[in-house]
Every structure is written in C-alpha cells, then in structure tokens.
C-alpha cells in the first residue's frame, strides 16, 4: 500500500471518529489528502515536516555528534536498538545493508562511540590479568 495513502486513511480514520461522514466525503478526503502529502514529499518538505516515513534523505548525514537520525522512522536518537529496528521488520545487519552502511559499523551517535571506545581502551581487556 502507498505510504502516503495509509497516512491519509489515519488521518481521516480520526476524523471520522470525532464526526459522522458520508461515504464519499470518506473517499474525496482520502484522494485530497494523499495527493497533499505526496505533493509536499515531493516538494522536499517531507522529513523537515515529519510526514515522510523516512526523514533523513542521505544515510551519511544522518549519523551526527549526538544524534543518529533512523532512515525508517526520521527521528533522532542516540542509539538504534533491535527493539527500534524491528518496528520496522529490520534487523540491525539488515538496516546496514539496506542504507548502505559498512558491515560492522555500530548504530550510534559519534560522541557515544569515541566515549565506548575510551571505555574499552582503558578496560585494556586484551590484556591477561594476574591469577588471584
């Protein structure tokens, strides 16, 4: 199903909710209203105004300093779990491939990943400890 068709079917799914509509005034909101979302997607408006599904359009600006913009969803977190993927039916490998990310390349802001990285620098779990 098109996506601009399913938010205009939610968002006409309230409305009626809140007042009686006839069938077609059902049918005419829903052709006005998925011919604006696309005609403001197209315009560019879509991910600064939240309606597109997927805000950040290019994957290598969307991984910032204390932000990492999920191309599904076009919001910002810090870091996108399996939980957050799955909404979507992706795995964290599966996200990767699909936005052109490298292999092993950690889902989280770069402030996150330098302070992980200090972390296990001084942890210095490489090294073999003294039996005790």
Known sequence: MDSYLSLALEIVKA????RNMTETEITALVGR??????????A??????????NGAKDPKKAVKERTITCM???KPYKILTKRHLAKFGLTPEEYRMKWGYPKGMPL???ALQRERRKKMREMKLWERRPAA
């Open 15 to 18: 409305q009626a909710k809140v």
């Open 33 to 42: 209203l998925a011919g604006s979302i696309r005609d403001m997607d197209l």
């Open 44 to 53: 560019g408006c879509g991910g600064a105004c939240g309606v597109s599904g």
């Open 72 to 74: 599904e969803s076009g």
């Open 108 to 110: 989280v802001c770069k």
